[in-house]
């Protein structure tokens, strides 16, 4: 019997500013990783809105992400 394996979901009325979307990561990424077991070799994908480049998030992924995927600005 196999066990299913599922990460944190988070639901989301209104729009999300950067101190939302850094909470957001720092209460389910980690944990959503562990549950998976992942924790040590996920990428992290991240696009080039604003609130995903921030100073916090880019410095929060920096020292909790194994590897971020940037994209090119469009």
């Not at 999300?16 to 070799?41: M, P, Q, R, T, W």
């Amino acid at each position: 019997m196999s066990l299913a394996r599922v990460c944190n979901l988070k639901f989301i009325e209104g729009n999300v500013d950067k101190h939302d979307y850094f909470n957001i990561l720092k209460e389910n990424l980690k944990n959503s990783a562990e549950k998976l077991g992942i924790v040590n070799c996920f990428k992290f994908y991240s696009d080039n809105d604003p609130k995903h480049t921030s100073h916090m998030v880019k410095m929060w992924q920096l020292y909790n992400c194994p590897k971020v995927i940037n994209t090119p600005p469009q």
